[in-house]
């Protein structure tokens, strides 16, 4: 079982890129192959609206989508995090979501288990999770949960609360990254 971890903030070694980590170190003890890719390496242009992928499913920009395009394909299970920017995901997330309208066409992320950590200083984690929700719903992935770390600056989640009142930033992060791997061995 292959799951991929997507780091969609623009910082290195962030909050996000922390508990994305945590997540996919969890999978891996669960038995999962992982892989993580980080938006800072990576230069994706927004949607264009060009219209091109819906007779094929194929988006015709040529940038690093198509590396994230065939990482989702190998996947079984997808981890996306996000900074929470103004209550809202990145811009970093916003482009990978939109680019992947090229995928909806022909069913390329349908039955994936998805899951979504954000990472915010304050407010606006609860929203973006919403959003993450209806977004996996949209491409009918399955969705095994959502977590939140709370922090500012770089390396601050470690010491935060998650969302949950009983675990912290970091045990809920591992809690998703074993779900994912619990919930694809329950339908698999
Ligand atoms: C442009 C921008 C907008 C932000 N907006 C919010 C916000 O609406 N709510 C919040 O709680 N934190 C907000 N933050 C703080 C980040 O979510 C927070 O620092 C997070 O831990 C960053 O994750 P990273 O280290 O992975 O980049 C914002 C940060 C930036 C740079």
Same mark, same amino acid.
């Given at each position: 079982?292959?799951?991929l971890g997507l780091v969609l903030s623009p910082r290195k070694n962030g909050n996000t890129e922390i508990?994305?980590?945590?997540? @996919?170190?969890?999978?891996?003890?669960?038995?999962?192959?992982?892989?993580?890719?980080?938006?800072?390496?990576?230069?994706?242009?927004?949607?264009?609206?060009?219209?091109?992928?819906?007779?094929?499913?194929?988006c015709r920009i040529k940038d690093d989508m198509q590396i994230v395009y065939e990482k989702m394909d190998?996947?079984?299970?997808? /981890?996306?995090?996000?900074?929470?920017?103004?209550?809202?995901?990145?811009?970093?997330? %916003?482009?990978?979501?939109?680019?992947?309208?090229?995928?909806?066409?022909?069913?390329? @992320?349908?039955?994936?288990?998805?899951?979504? /950590?954000?990472?915010?200083?304050?407010?606006?984690?609860?929203?973006?999770?919403? @959003?993450?929700y209806s977004y996996f719903s949209a491409q009918r992935m399955i969705i095994a949960g959502g977590g939140?770390?709370?922090?500012?600056?770089?390396?601050?989640?470690?010491?935060?609360?998650?969302?949950?009142?009983?675990?912290?930033?970091?045990?809920?992060?591992?809690? /998703?990254?074993?779900?994912?791997? %619990?919930?694809?061995?329950?339908?698999?």
């Open positions: 079982m292959n799951v508990l994305i980590s945590e997540a @996919l170190a969890s999978a891996e003890k669960a038995g999962a192959q992982v892989e993580m890719l980080h938006a800072a390496d990576l230069s994706i242009s927004p949607c264009d609206a060009c219209g091109a992928c819906m007779a094929e499913g194929i190998q996947a079984d299970g997808i /981890i996306f995090g996000t900074p929470v920017y103004f209550l809202n995901v990145s811009a970093q997330a %916003k482009a990978v979501i939109d680019r992947t309208y090229a995928c909806m066409m022909k069913g390329r @992320l349908r039955g994936k288990v998805a899951a979504v /950590i954000a990472a915010a200083r304050r407010v606006g984690a609860g929203q973006v999770l919403s @959003l993450m939140v770390g709370y922090g500012r600056d770089k390396g601050e989640v470690r010491q935060g609360p998650g969302m949950s009142p009983m675990l912290s930033a970091l045990e809920e992060a591992q809690a /998703i990254g074993r779900n994912v791997v %619990k919930m694809r061995n329950r339908i698999s």
